[in-house]
């Protein structure tokens, strides 16, 4: 790809690397056909994410935040409309870009951990690495100091089922990390956890955004989306509202 500043159309775009833009949305629209019908999930979505921002996406169930986290996580593509992803034109990527962009430049935390139960917590922060083709040295030296930077230094031996839930969402935030992507998607991250256990898993985002990482979390409960300095909120598919928050 070329490394100059080329005109919105072609497949890369400098001027939105110059200007700190990691993501950016023009007119997205998804939508689904079930039989005869059209299901809108997004109509005509543009945002734009900073580097280094913390932005939660907020909406009620059907809302389209899940679709759009989809999108932005590059785990489906639009119907209409343009993404930008560090100045790369997504649509014009092919599957082995994709796949780069899935395990390298994006950190994925899910609300259901998705760790292998009969793996250590080590070997499930490795993972990514041994599907890039890291070597083992390297591989096990950056999970140690992955499972370190969540505080989990000590259980890096121990299984998902001796840990407690907010451990293994560490475990699961470490995997996210190991790659040292340049944007961190979480996908309601404490929708499994308790009240006190969620609060330190926020704060461990908190720590995480200070260190210059962008953060983006897609979540539907107000005082989860009110840790993050920007909330961008979505209904029936389109962009409600969009505005900084007390803790901008």
């Known amino acids: 790809m070329a490394a100059s500043a080329v005109s919105v159309g072609q497949n890369y775009r400098q001027d939105l690397i110059d200007s700190g833009i990691v993501i950016q949305t023009d007119e997205l629209w998804k939508t689904y056909e079930m039989g005869t019908e059209k299901l809108h999930a997004l109509r005509g979505v543009s945002i734009k994410i900073n580097k280094g921002e913390y932005v939660a996406i907020m909406g009620p169930s059907g809302s389209g935040k899940s679709t759009l986290m989809n999108l932005i996580g590059c785990l489906d593509?639009?119907?209409?409309?343009?993404?930008?992803?560090?100045?790369?034109?997504?649509s014009?990527?092919?599957?082995?870009?994709?796949a780069y962009i899935r395990n390298k430049e994006i950190g994925f935390v899910f609300q259901t951990f998705n760790l292998l139960p009969r793996a250590t917590a080590l070997h499930n922060v490795e993972l990514p690495m041994i599907y890039n083709g890291t070597p083992a040295e390297e591989r096990i030296e950056r999970a140690q100091q992955a499972l370190k930077q969540v505080d989990l230094g000590e259980r890096m031996g121990h299984k998902p089922n001796e840990l407690s839930g907010g451990q293994r969402q560490r475990v699961a935030i470490a995997r996210a990390l190991v790659n040292k992507p340049s944007i961190l998607l979480a996908d309601e991250p404490t929708g499994n956890l308790d009240s006190q256990t969620g609060e330190e898993i926020m704060a461990l985002f908190a720590s995480l955004h200070s260190q210059g990482n962008t953060i983006i979390l897609v979540t539907h409960?107000?005082?989860?989306?009110?840790?993050?300095?920007?909330?961008?909120?979505?209904?029936?598919?389109?962009?409600?509202?969009?505005?900084?928050?007390?803790?901008a």
Do not use: F
């Not at 014009?92 to 994709?98: G, I, K």
């Not at 409960?221 to 928050?245: F, S």
């Open 92 to 98: 014009q990527l092919d599957d082995d870009e994709l």
């Open 77 to 90: 593509t639009p119907t209409k409309g343009s993404y930008w992803l560090a100045g790369r034109l997504v």
């Open 221 to 247: 409960e107000p005082d989860i989306a009110a840790n993050a300095h920007r909330v961008i909120r979505v209904r029936d598919g389109k962009v409600e509202k969009d505005e900084a928050t007390r803790r």
